[in-house]
């Protein structure tokens, strides 16, 4: 334990211990980094896993399969029958 008294009336204190903060920083990924990343990579499924699945049910193509289910004027007039 150091003590150190400036003439400011500051007193500092140290104590060296093993489970104090860490000198040596590991250089693998945190958990916060591996949450993001499987986050991103389970949009990512999500988004392309969602355009092949209209493709292959719907038969869409070019932009049509990544427009979200939005109802037009016309299909809520049409009181349940499909949008043609």
Known sequence: MEYSLDDSCLLTVKMSSLYGCPTEYT???????VFLLLLFVASLVYLVGGVAY???????????????????????????????
């Open 27 to 33: 250089s693998g990924l945190s958990g916060g980094w």
């Open 54 to 84: 209209k493709k292959a049910t719907l038969g869409t193509s070019g932009a049509s399969p990544t427009v979200v289910g939005v109802a037009s004027p016309c299909c809520a007039s049409k009181c349940g029958e499909p949008c043609a």
